[in-house]
């Protein structure tokens, strides 16, 4: 079984930083791409970025030069930066990763974390 746990969330002020982690746990082989992804009250979940396995990442264009995304393989961990926040960054956010496990049928698997909300408010 594989877990995908955040951490970070909070509430900042305008202009205020906050970095966000997604560690994965479990029997697994390897990992592919991962992402960030957040949803605010009454609006679909959208993507905010991506990071391949060899580390080329794309945002979404309302984060671009405010928000870097990263990875560290050896601890199975993600991570996103949030600098400048602003009041419409306010969501929860979701972290995501294709997962291949030691477990039959050995193909990748999307796997969700549980959310962390971000709050940016004075």
């Known amino acids: 079984q594989v877990q995908l746990v955040e951490s970070g969330g909070g509430l900042v002020q305008p202009g205020g930083s906050l970095r966000l982690s997604c560690a994965a746990s479990g029997n697994i082989f390897s990992i592919n791409d991962m992402a960030w992804y957040r949803q605010a009250p009454g609006q679909a979940r959208e993507l905010v970025a991506t990071?391949?396995?060899?580390?080329?990442?794309n945002y979404a264009d309302s984060v671009k030069g405010r928000f870097t995304i990263s990875r560290d393989g050896a601890k199975n961990t993600v991570y996103l930066q949030m600098n400048s926040l602003k009041p419409e960054d306010t969501a929860v956010y979701y972290c995501n990763a294709v997962i291949r496990t030691y477990n039959p049928p050995y193909v990748p698997y999307t796997y969700w974390g549980q959310g962390t909300q971000v709050t940016v408010s004075s």
């Open positions: 990071i391949t396995r060899g580390g080329s990442t």
